[in-house]
């Protein structure tokens, strides 16, 4: 079951397909489903972890109001590491590097993942420190 799952991760990375609206500054993965927020603030602000998901919650934008941190799958699954320095489809047009999920690290709660869209890196650090984040809904 595990060798299958990691199968369709991999088709759908292959297969993804974006669709970008202007007027609502958001992406959406047409594999998924998940809409990604790509307005200025995905790559101007940074806060720590906690505040990165009051921010999301609180996020209302394109005239949705249900936005949420990604998971770590989520967003590592966004990083196209076939390119570099941005490591994402160049229909995001607002990127920078470091950016927080949601998901903390299991061996040390004071930690969470990340992802690095200069490579489509991840790593974790604590939560206290100051990443950029992008909000999926």
């Known amino acids: 079951m595990k060798i299958i799952l990691l199968i369709m991760i991999g088709l759908s990375l292959l297969q993804a397909d974006y669709i970008r609206d202007n007027t609502k500054e958001v992406?959406?993965?047409?594999?998924?489903?998940?809409?990604?927020?790509?307005?200025?603030d995905a790559k101007t602000i940074t806060?720590?972890?906690l505040d990165a998901i009051n921010y999301?919650?609180?996020?209302?934008?394109?005239d949705f109001n249900d936005?949420?941190?990604?998971?770590f799958n989520e967003l590592y699954?966004?990083?196209?590491?076939?390119?570099?320095?941005?490591?994402?489809?160049?229909?995001?047009?607002n990127v920078s590097s470091l950016y927080w999920s949601s998901t903390t690290?299991?061996?040390n709660t004071?930690?969470?993942w990340f992802v690095n869209f200069d490579g489509g890196h991840d790593s974790v650090n604590y939560k206290t420190n100051m990443y950029y984040f992008r909000c999926v809904r």
């Open 27 to 40: 992406v959406l993965d047409t594999t998924t489903n998940l809409m990604w927020q790509d307005d200025a």
């Open 47 to 49: 806060k720590n972890w």
């Open 56 to 62: 999301c919650e609180t996020l209302t934008l394109g």
């Open 67 to 71: 936005w949420r941190l990604p998971s």
């Open 77 to 93: 699954l966004l990083a196209d590491r076939n390119v570099y320095n941005p490591a994402i489809s160049p229909i995001f047009i």
């Open 105 to 107: 690290y299991a061996p």
């Open 110 to 112: 004071t930690t969470a």
